[in-house]
């Protein structure tokens, strides 16, 4: 699988990303932390966070005995600079010709519609 | 659910795998000719070993929004070329930010399969929440760029495709 198809389909699921939001608000956690805000077993929740760190969306780090999830924004930055951005310049210099365009629009003198 | 868990953890992770030999990745790090070619651009000076210095020196762009010349500042720590770099690191760019002192960077790279390698970067902001705020990408919208992610993903682009990301 390509990195970009597994961080799409690592963000495709709710848990998953309520579990990133977690780590967005307070990032650094434990299992057990991560565990206590969702309805779901301690094994469901290593489940997700497994295909999470697969996709780089989450790095572990062991602090003493402790195991930290920490959020990686990396490869959604990837996706974003790679594929959104274009995007999102296109819809700009459409939105600004229709501000040119509108305005022009605004100089006629208006006619009332009968 | 306070627990003695909570505690607060003020180092930032950031991991990103290129298409790249570690050396690659090390030479974009450590050397001014590609340092000046991804993120902020600012010229990279390294005295590569224990209690050298090293500093990042403002690009004209920078300079022109009235940076001084020294960005960025710092100790080294350890060296080990091509897998690990760790650094004090400071803004100097910014009053408000050289205030907060010296932060701590480590750089680890590791060789994985099929030519790609794994460049970790972990940056421990204890005591330093403005930086925190600016490498994190929060100052983006203000124009004080998108901060390590940004930084990763451009050197990603850099390094495997010969081209920055604007355009």
């Known amino acids: ?114 | 659910m306070a627990t003695a868990t909570e505690t607060k953890v003020t180092t930032q992770v950031y991991r990103v795998y290129i298409r790249a030999t570690p050396q690659a990745i090390w030479d974009a790090i450590t050397k001014p000719e590609w340092t000046e070619r991804y993120g902020y651009g600012a010229r990279a000076e390294y005295d590569l070993r224990p209690g050298g210095a090293h500093r990042g020196l403002a690009s004209e762009a920078m300079r022109c929004q009235g940076a001084p010349e020294v960005a960025v500042d710092g100790e080294v720590i350890e060296a080990d070329p091509p897998r690990k770099l760790v650094v004090t690191w400071r803004m100097a760019m910014d009053p408000q930010l050289a205030a907060e002192g010296f932060t701590r960077l480590t750089y680890e790279i590791e060789e994985g399969k099929g030519g790609v390698t794994k460049l970790t970067v972990i940056h421990d902001l204890e005591g330093a929440p403005k930086l925190a705020a600016l490498v994190g990408g929060e100052m983006e919208p203000m124009g004080a760029g998108g901060g390590w992610s940004w930084v990763l993903s451009d050197l990603k682009t850099l390094l495997e495709t010969g081209h920055r990301l604007e355009g």
């Open chain 1, 1 to 114: 699988m390509a990195d970009d198809d597994r961080v799409f389909k690592a963000l495709a699921d709710p848990t998953r990303r309520f579990l990133l939001d977690r780590l967005f608000m307070r990032d650094g956690r434990t299992l057990t932390e991560l565990e206590s805000a969702v309805d779901m077993t301690r094994f469901g929740v290593m489940k997700h966070l497994r295909l999470l760190e697969d996709a780089g969306l989450v790095v572990t780090r062991r602090s003493g005995r402790e195991k930290l999830h920490f959020l990686n924004p990396v490869p959604i930055r990837v996706i974003h600079d790679r594929w959104i951005h274009k995007y999102r310049e296109r819809h700009a210099s459409a939105l600004a010709e229709l501000k040119n365009e509108l305005e022009e629009q605004a100089w006629q003198p208006r006619r009332k519609r009968r």
